[in-house]
């Protein structure tokens, strides 16, 4: 199994408008190292700053992206390819920092960041930017994938090893969600939400998933 390291970026406070429950939550906020043959891909980036309606919003603390990846033993020169689950401001906010680097993004997720409101000034239009648009499933190292997973986002991907290591982003905000799916997946019932389309046939290649919100590990 390859070396994959998290990367902790601080956390948010996820108000009691956007909660099941109907109380505000602390949610980690976590990214992923995963070494390559030329340096390493660096799955998630961080929080973005500079805005303080988000700030008021979310009530983030975050650790600066340079920081997060020293506490993993990383500096950013060691860093050559990004990706992102998705590019909402707490998963893309460390990428400027990374300008030059390529950042390999779903087609259908670069176009959502197009649209008003999605995202935050400079997350995605920054100075050097350099996209690597995907479509679909695409293998971007040796055993390492690419796989589309829509739901939070029309283009959210999560990243598969070959070792079937899943880096599942926000596919769901916590793992008791994956779980609860992988579930309705093996005992389909009446009046029980059935998990997205893609679950059930990626979920035989999956033996353990890492989560973005959620520091638990599911293993199959």
Known sequence: MPDVRRVRFGT??????ETADGWAHVEALDGFLVPLPDGLLLFDTGIAAGDPEVDAHYRPERIPLRDALAAAGARLEDVT????????????????????RPVLVQRAELEAAQTPDYT???????????????DGETEVAPGVRLVPTPGHTPGHQSLLLDDGLLLAGQTHLTA???????????????????????FAALLPRVREARFAHDAAVWRA
Do not use: K
């Not at 948010?12 to 408008?17: G, K």
């Not at 390819?81 to 030059?100: F, I, K, S, T």
């Not at 935050?120 to 995907?134: I, S």
């Open 81 to 100: 390819l990004v990706a992102n689950c998705h590019l909402h401001l707490d998963h893309a906010g460390g990428n400027a920092e990374l300008a030059g």
């Open 120 to 134: 935050v000034a400079g997350v995605v239009g920054f100075p050097g930017a350099r996209y690597e648009v995907l």
């Open 176 to 198: 008791s969600g994956w779980t609860a799916d992988a579930e309705a997946v093996r005992r389909p019932a009446d009046q029980v939400a059935p998990p997205p389309d893609w």
């Open 12 to 17: 948010i406070v996820r108000p009691a408008e």
